[in-house]
């Protein structure tokens, strides 16, 4: 039976011609349903990059990548943006919510977008608001929490709908070691109900918090293990035959900024037109009025509502 996720041979190179960069180098990988995978490599490695392959963010060179069996390439724009809201749940470094939204109002939103009924929207952002422990931090703004909360937040938007795939980027990156603990135990969870967990860190600790550890240097995959659970921290540096030892992981941290990338806008942006058929509730869905997001528009028609997004129609 075919994996979940199968990449062959794919190689990602950014700004062909002479100052061209190969960020993923004939990369092969293959995960199956319900694996928790962390990739890891040091800065630079090819790590986003991979994980924006793996998200349909972005196109490859060459190279394939078959999910559910399906040739992603072969896919329209909708389809993929499809894919993106329904089957991967992304979460970053730097959180990207949206600060004039409460915390409730952040997970109701993708749900809007995807023509959710008010009612059921209530419930599924509640749900998981709850999953992740914020229950009585529902009216907060992001500024008004703390950064493990608010990480907790974009999990809680991540995991509504239950997404099959959860990509995490360093979503550790700009938490202390208690508010880690947390985001780790709720991916673990997340895994343990089923869901495939794929986790991107240059952290051999969080790493160690996997099933299975992808080693990645100068774009292409050194090593591929199991990891048994038992492993001490200088046993999974030996394993994962990093060839960078843990000072170089020292200073990476600190070399991050919180400014959101195309991939991240590009993973909470619907492309395609959303109908929002008529229901009790219909005239509540105010995008305008509710929440104040650039370039969105609506057309309130008859029985449903056009959500015209990013300046799209
Ligand atoms: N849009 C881009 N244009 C040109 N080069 C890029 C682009 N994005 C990434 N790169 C380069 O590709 C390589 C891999 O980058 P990538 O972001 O995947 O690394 P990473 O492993 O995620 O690093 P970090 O741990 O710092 O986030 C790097 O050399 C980087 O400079
Ligand atoms: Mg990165």
Not at 112 to 133: D, F, N, T
Not at 139 to 153: C, F, I, L
Not at 251 to 262: C, I, M, Q, W
């Amino acid at each position: 039976m075919a994996s979940l996720i199968e990449i062959r041979n794919m190689c990602k190179i950014y700004n062909p011609g002479e100052n061209e960069v190969r960020a993923l180098d004939h990369v092969s990988l293959s995960i199956g349903k319900n694996e928790f995978v962390a990739i890891i490599g040091h800065s630079g490695s090819g790590k986003s990059t991979l994980m924006n392959m793996l998200g349909c963010l972005d196109v490859p060179t060459s190279g394939i990548y078959l999910l559910h069996g399906s040739d992603v390439s072969l896919m329209t724009d909708d389809e993929l943006s499809d894919i993106r809201n329904k089957e991967i749940g992304f979460i970053f470094q730097g959180f990207n919510l949206i600060a004039n939204l409460t915390a409730y109002e952040n997970v109701e939103l993708p749900l809007i977008y995807r023509g959710i009924s008010k009612r059921e929207r209530s419930s599924l952002a509640k749900e998981a608001l709850r999953k992740v422990g914020l229950e009585n931090r529902m009216d907060h703004k992001p500024s008004e929490m703390s950064g493990g909360q608010q990480q907790r937040v974009a999990i809680a938007r991540a995991i509504a709908q239950a997404p099959p795939v959860i990509l995490a980027d360093e979503p550790t990156g700009n938490l202390d070691s208690h508010s880690t603990k947390e985001i780790m135990n709720i991916l673990k969870t997340l895994h343990s109900e089923g869901r495939t967990v794929i986790i991107i860190t240059h952290d051999n600790d969080i790493a160690a918090n996997a099933d299975r550890i992808v080693h990645i240097e100068d774009g292409k995959i050194t090593s591929d293990s199991a990891n048994s659970g038992n492993l001490s921290r200088e046993d999974i540096d030996r394993e994962i035959k990093a060839g960078t030892s843990q000072s170089d992981f020292a200073n990476v941290a600190t070399d991050y900024e919180d400014s959101e990338t195309e991939a991240e806008t590009k993973a909470f942006e619907i492309n395609e037109e959303m109908t929002y058929t008529d229901e009790a509730d219909t005239n509540e869905v105010q995008k305008e009025d509710d929440y104040d997001i650039p370039d969105a528009q609506v057309e309130d028609t008859e029985n449903n509502i056009d959500l015209h997004l990013n300046g799209e129609n």
